[in-house]
Antibody, heavy 123, light 111 residues
Framework: EVQLAQSGAEVKKPGESLKISCKGS????????IGWVRQMPGKGLEWMGT????????RYSPSFQGQGTISADKSISTAYLQWNSLKSSDTAVYYC????????????????WGQGTLVTVSS | QSVLTQPPSVSGAPGQRVTISCTGS?????????VHWYQQLPGRGPKLLIY???NRPSGVPDRFSGSKSGTSASLAITGLQTEDEADYYC???????????FGGGTKLTVL
């Protein structure tokens, strides 16, 4: 069974650093892109970027370039999203999701999702 | 403002049919990129509902169906049930942004 298990909720102060994780299981982790999606309180889904764990190729949404770094450690089937200096505007739930192996009509969909990690940034 | 436009809310009575629209532009849906749909139940993560405009993953009831024409796509839900009350999001690819884009989401209320 495909599963994406995300790390637990975090409460941080502005300026602090943070790294959240997403561990894949039940499939060949290196063979599928992993995406990260932000959902701010009471708002919609926003695509942040994606990584291919096989070779760590990474692509970012222009809206999120410089706002968080996506990485992966294929040896432990885990993808990461990290910040060096958090802002209060980073408060959100962050989802990781597995991109399907086949992209229909050039648009890739996400077939499995993690449970989400709530990040709260407050002084 | 989202790249893909959805109505903020729709509603219907149990048993009725509702549709949710998703309108894009020439750099995404109008360029021929497919549309996918996700359901997000209250307090839960998103779940894939429709992929490639019209395809349902296994386990998704056939009450849910998708279509696409030109720059717009639609999600139809027939035989509304109370458990369908959720937020629904469309998603596609945008060539100008070189990445995935989501609609702003539509809240479905089952009256």
């Amino acid at each position: 069974e495909v599963q994406l298990a995300q790390s637990g909720a975090e409460v941080k102060k502005p300026g602090e650093s943070l790294k959240i994780s997403c561990k894949g299981s039940g499939y060949i982790f290196t063979g599928y892109w992993i995406g990260w999606v932000r959902q701010m309180p009471g708002k919609g889904l926003e695509w942040m970027g994606t990584i291919y764990p096989g070779d760590s190729e990474t692509r970012y949404s222009p809206s999120f370039q410089g706002q968080g770094t996506i990485s992966a450690d294929k040896s432990i089937s885990t993808a990461y999203l990290q910040w060096n200096s958090l802002k209060s505007s980073d408060t959100a739930v962050y989802y990781c999701a597995r991109r399907s192996a086949y992209c229909f009509g050039g648009a890739c969909h996400y077939d499995y999702w993690g449970q989400g990690t709530l990040v709260t940034v407050s002084s | 403002q989202s790249v893909l436009t959805q109505p903020p809310s729709v509603s219907g009575a149990p048993g009725q049919r509702v549709t949710i629209s998703c309108t894009g532009s020439s750099s995404n849906t109008g360029a021929g990129y497919d549309v996918h749909w996700y359901q997000q139940l209250p307090g839960r993560g998103p779940k894939l509902l429709i992929y490639g405009n019209t395809n349902r993953p296994s386990g998704v009831p056939d009450r849910f169906s998708g279509s696409k024409s030109g720059t717009s796509a639609s999600l139809a839900i027939t035989g509304l049930q109370t458990e369908d009350e959720a937020d629904y999001y469309c998603q596609s690819y945008d060539s100008g942004l070189s990445g995935s884009v989501f609609g702003g989401g539509t809240k479905l209320t089952v009256l």
